[in-house]
């Protein structure tokens, strides 16, 4: 009897069709860089998180580069400078083929099919699985966060920009985010969040959607204290939305937090939001007596 789609899916293992052919369908691989480096493939209950420091820093380290650079070959020389940029060896190319070995193996650990050529080598040069279909979300953010900050329409955008906020989970492969290779595309991720949040919060105080404004600016502080414009856009919000002792509760604790971490005072901006927020609070205090 001929085995259903999903189970030729969920398995990647040859059956026989309808016509009577063999056919074989490999499972689609869904990778997230964003915080953890995580695989999962197609019939995995959870996704595997593996770590880019310790032992394994270099089989991982190689798979995540590898996975980037999917739709090129890269050639050995490339994955020897990225490795070991400094070190002398005496066989680089055999260390980086023990590597590779060590890398396919780990993937069978994990329950990859097909591990052995998942990681594939042709004429001296290495490819990320080109047979099957990689989801990176790092990828999606960016076709998403584009998408949103192009959109005219201000429903449409924020719908997606939310979308892309939700894979944005933290930055750019936060363990690895000081390696040469990294620090580029660490800082243009966030700069892409940042500028898409900034874009979101704008038109969902435009549209009165207070709520989603003080969500997307809380989640925004969560992964980034430091980025003290949306403190200012998440006070704004909160006044906006009749809850001026939050705003001052939210002033209280970012002050704390600058003064202690970083050593400086909140700006012009946060101390005029903290004005509004007491105004607004004592004002309608004395309002409410009068009434």
């Known amino acids: 009897m001929s085995r259903t789609a999903k189970e030729i899916e969920t398995t990647g293992l040859p059956c026989e069709a309808q016509n009577g052919e063999t056919i074989q369908v490999v499972p689609k691989i869904n990778v997230t860089m964003f915080g953890k480096f995580t695989l999962k493939q197609e019939g995995m209950e959870v996704p595997h998180a593996v770590s880019l420091t310790g032992r394994s820093r270099r089989l991982w380290t190689l798979t995540a580069y590898l996975i980037l650079n999917r739709n090129r070959g890269v050639s050995a020389q490339e994955l020897i400078d990225l490795l070991w940029p400094e070190a002398e060896n005496d066989n680089p190319l055999s260390t980086l083929q023990n590597n590779v070995s060590r890398a396919r193996a780990a993937l069978a650990e994990l329950g990859f099919t097909h591990a052995k050529v998942i990681i594939h080598n042709e004429k001296g040069y290495y490819r990320w699985a080109p047979d099957r279909e990689t989801q990176l979300d790092v990828e999606q953010f960016e076709t998403l966060a584009k998408a949103a900050l192009a959109e005219e329409d201000m429903e449409k955008s924020v719908a997606l920009a939310q979308e892309a906020v939700a894979l944005y989970t933290g930055d750019f492969l936060t363990e690895s985010a000081a ?43 969560r992964l980034d204290p430091a980025a003290e414009e949306f403190s200012v856009f998440l006070m704004q919000a909160l006044i906006k939305n009749k809850s001026p002792k939050k705003a001052l509760e939210h002033y209280d604790y970012i002050a704390a937090l600058y003064r202690e971490v970083y050593g400086v005072s909140p700006s012009a901006e946060l101390e005029a939001q903290k004005a509004l927020a007491v105004q607004e609070l004592y004002g309608r205090g004395a309002r409410a007596r009068d009434e």
């Open 179 to 221: 390696e040469f290779w990294c620090i580029n595309l660490n800082t243009y991720y966030r700069s892409l969040y940042t500028r898409l949040c900034r874009a979101a919060v704008d038109r969902l105080l435009k549209l009165g959607r207070i709520t989603d404004a003080e969500k997307l600016c809380t989640g925004v502080i």
